[in-house]
Structures are given as structure tokens and as C-alpha cells.
Nanobody
Framework: QVQLVESGGGLVQPGGSLRLSCAAS????????MGWYRQAPGKQRELVAD???????NYVDDVKGRFTISLNSAKNTVYLQMNSLKTEDTAVYYC?????????????WGQGTQVTVSS
């Protein structure tokens, strides 16, 4: 089992910045992927960005150039630096870790952290 603890959400004005953190603990595998998803009211949960244990990263188009995902392997922690925030970035942000076991990812989710962008 893997446990994920998120932090860093909050209220910020448009154009502002926030950094989310997600620390993983428990029984983890060497090959993995960690990422951030978000869910706005009335919408489906969507991928924001993810990064693999080999440091390959991927972003949804509308955050490219504004958000940066990074990984500190020594701390088993993934970060999401969010700059130039827009009101439409408002959502609950969830951390997900997928451990590669056999021929598939086994996924674990954090509890979510609220990000509100408002003036």
C-alpha cells in the first residue's frame, strides 16, 4: 500500500502562484508515475500533469507554460508549481501515484486539496 499526502492548496488571486506538494510513503516500486489531476464542480476529473520515475513529464495543453511538475525522488515527493493562475484553474487537485507492477500500473490517490483562484 502507498499513502499520499497533499499540501499547498489555498486561495489566490488571478495571476498569482501556488505550489502543491504530494509526499508518498509506504511500499513503493522503482518504476512509477506520479501526477496531478483536478476536478472542478460539475466536471469530470482530468489530468493536469504527470511525471515518470525516468523524469518524462506530460501536461494538458491549457497549463503548458504556466505549470511545472517536478519530482524529488529522495523525498518521494512530487510538486506542481502553478504560475499565472486563472479563475478556470479553480478545482480540487488530486495527487495520483501509479506503481508499475508486472504489466500495469497500480494506482493510489490522495485526498485532494482545494485551489481557488478568485479576486
Amino acid at each position: 500500500q502507498v499513502q499520499l499526502v497533499e499540501s499547498g492548496g489555498g486561495l489566490v488571486q488571478p495571476g498569482g502562484s501556488l505550489r502543491l506538494s504530494c509526499a508518498a510513503s509506504g511500499s513503493m516500486r522503482i518504476l512509477f508515475k506520479m501526477g496531478w489531476y483536478r476536478q472542478a464542480p460539475g466536471k469530470q476529473r482530468e489530468l493536469v500533469a504527470d511525471i515518470t520515475s525516468e523524469r518524462y513529464s506530460n501536461y494538458v495543453d491549457d497549463v503548458k507554460g504556466r505549470f511545472t511538475i517536478s519530482l524529488n525522488s529522495a523525498k518521494n515527493t512530487v510538486y506542481l508549481q502553478m504560475n499565472s493562475l486563472k479563475t478556470e484553474d479553480t478545482a480540487v487537485y488530486y495527487c495520483k501515484r501509479g506503481d508499475w507492477i508486472g504489466d500495469r500500473y497500480i494506482d493510489y490517490w490522495g485526498q485532494g486539496t482545494q485551489v481557488t483562484v478568485s479576486s
